[in-house]
């Protein structure tokens, strides 16, 4: 098994992601993969797995850009009026 390892960031999103090749017969249909981690600020961390028959192409390019440009956006806080109910 091979890896090579790189640093990957962006506005928000800082991590690496390392490539792979698998060698065992089981594999050797889809025989690459691409693994990465990165980290939105210190609440969410966002991991992604690329399995493909080559070693890079669109799919591993799409999936490694979709992480590098995730920007995090919390959630609205839940509003504190009364819920309304069947009220006459």
Known sequence: MRRDGQRQ???EAKGYWFAL???NR???NLPHASHARVAM???VIL???IVQRFKSG???HTGLEILRTATWK???KPSTA???GNQK
């Open 58 to 60: 669109p799919a591993q």
């Open 82 to 84: 009364p819920a309304s």
């Open 47 to 49: 991991a992604g797995t």
């Open 9 to 11: 960031s962006g506005r």
């Open 41 to 43: 600020g210190d609440q």
């Open 26 to 28: 089981k594999a050797a």
């Open 21 to 23: 090749t698998r060698e």
């Open 74 to 76: 919390p959630a609205a």
